[in-house]
């Protein structure tokens, strides 16, 4: 038997094992629920925050970059509340139904709950997990196992989030934008769990943007779980563009069922260290999966994205296609793994991971991992990190195009392979100008 | 009339060492077509990209004055902002960039660094239609990708589209008729003697004297060795098809 790691108990993590023992009596949910945070914690306490020997956080030492945790943020008062308000900008004015997150907690006052669709309902997680028979009884933590240490403490700490569900059949032509809002001038942690449960057949498209104060060295914890139910559509996007000492953790679970269309895309920019694990299950058969990501990273910038791909029944097509822009130091790390089970014959999935690289200090890893058990499938991977093409570049400016507009246009196009796929248009132009606006402020 | 284009003494090498453009002179009045000729080798091309500003070489010795401006002090943007303009030989391919978003860019970049009013995008594709109508480029061709997947000649009819939308006050053209058949070459060729104006000059880098039967120059000037070593009228074209380069590379050596 392999000797178990027990390394020394960090700061963070003594930190976290008090912070978790003074919030426990006062966070939401019965008996069962508190249960599932002591299971949680201990999976947590026994594996410590994750560092360079745990294989799927191999390039993110989380125990070297979170030195210390910081405190449960208190519930908004009326000047985070207010300053709230005003975030969510990328996307102002593109009419979708927004609920507001601040400082981890949903706030209702601030939420566009009027004119809900027929077969759309909304709720804090706060109040879903009170609730004596609600869905997190019946979904949370079960919509994809993983043992992971950082969702372990999310599901510990836990206080807030959405939970969405949408009726069989139902189609929420509106998209639902969840504005996670971080405020003030000292440090908070915010631990928020959501959960969304489409029925078969239903249809809807959900955004999510986190976003926080500059100098300020705040810890966000941010975890969704969603059932895709049979012949079920839906599409996420999640935008990160929290302040520039943030430390952002995210995971999504997601289950999907039989002829199910799945598309989920991030697009990170901000953030001191970012990690976006995302762990979807193709349980039925026919299932369309497209799973995209954009990281624009700058200065010290570290953006971690974890996939973990489970195609466990046959005949389902998925895509995976990521892109990263680099300068200064920056670090961007994409872990592509997918799982073909014995069962899932006729699998066809396509990962292709790019980097360009802006800097000669700029670093990308990648690591593309395949693993078949099935013999009827086309399983491809394929990562390149490279630099702007200067030739191209040059005959942008030999038609009067200058340097900083020609590299824009070069990157926006790079960029652009993973962003035509994102559904919503406006959406699409808005990512496309942030990613220009991103361009044309560096340095 | 003051020159439009005066290169005196000048020298130029690829950058690490190797000397390409040795001693070079040349003036271009405005409304003057001129025609290079010469083997390969001679650094014709280079001449090209050094006029319009592409890294990696370096200038040695001479000056370049274009419209009374120090030339080789200008970014190619500005080049290219102040009426310079160089027919690639092989245009490059630009996946994700439509082509009427780089026409609109580039003519907008253009207008601005002059100080004048940028053109809305219905302008500029109405414009862009028109031109594209006497070139035979449709709809289609403007909305794909920059030359992804064109064929050599619509290629050259994409790099002349640029060129009558740009109207620079110099085109350079560097071997326009590469790639070409007869019937892409007398379109390219159209296009290009569209644009002779009194104002407006040509350069024409060629090895063959095919191209200058479409368009017909002024001046014909044999390079070799980085340098003009012989000029004349456009019957020299015909006697450089009979005789070849070899008597004008040994007056060179």
Known sequence: MAATVRPMKTGAELALAEIFSAARPALPGGPDIAAQRAAAFDTFADAGLPHRRVETWKYTDLRALMRDAKPLAPLPDADAKAQAATAGALLGGLGFRRLFLVNGTFVPELSDLTDLESGLSISSMADALAAPAGLPATYLGRTVSSSDAVLALNTALMGDGVVVHVAAGAVVARPIEMVFVTTGETAVATFTRSLVVLEEGASATFLETHEGPAGVAYQVNTALEMVVGAGASVERIKITTEGAEAVHLATMLARVETGARFANTFFTSGGSVVRNQLLVHLAGEGINAHMGGVSLLAGKQHADTMLSLDHAAPSCESRESFRAVLDGTAQDIFQGKIAVRQAAQKTDARMLSRALLLSETAESCNKPELEIFADDVQCGHGCTTGTLDQQIKFYLMARGIPAKEAEALLIQAFVGEVLDAVGPEGVRTALSEATRAWLLGRE | ?253
């Open chain 2, 1 to 253: 009339m003051a020159p439009l284009l005066e290169i005196k003494d000048l020298h130029a090498e690829i950058a690490g060492g190797r000397k390409i453009i040795n001693g070079m002179n040349l003036t271009i009045n405005p409304g003057e077509v001129h025609a290079i000729m010469g083997p390969n080798g001679a650094g014709k091309s280079t001449l090209s990209y050094v006029l319009s500003g592409k890294p990696g070489y370096e200038i040695t010795g001479g000056e370049v004055l274009f419209r009374g401006v120090n030339l080789l002090e200008l970014s190619p943007d500005e080049r290219a902002a102040q009426g310079m303009f160089l027919c690639f030989q092989y245009p490059l391919e630009i996946p994700g960039v439509s082509n009427m978003a780089f026409l609109h860019t580039a003519v907008n970049s253009q207008r601005k660094k002059r100080g004048e009013v940028e053109l809305t995008s219905p302008e500029l594709v109405r414009k862009v239609r028109e031109l594209g109508k006497t070139l035979g480029i449709d709809a289609d061709m403007l909305k794909r990708p920059v030359n992804v997947g064109f064929s050599g000649g619509e290629k050259k009819r994409n790099e002349t589209l640029q060129m009558m939308l740009l109207e620079p006050y110099l085109c350079v053209l560097d071997e326009a008729d590469s790639g070409l058949d007869i019937d892409a070459l007398k379109v390219v060729s159209n296009g290009v003697n569209a644009l002779r104006s009194p104002e407006r000059s040509m350069l024409v880098i060629t090895h063959y004297q095919r191209l200058l039967d479409y368009i017909v120059p002024d001046v014909v000037h044999v390079f070799s060795a980085g340098r003009i070593v012989h000029s004349g009228g456009k019957e020299l074209a015909l006697e450089l098809e009979a005789t070849g380069y070899a008597q004008y590379q040994n007056e060179a050596a």
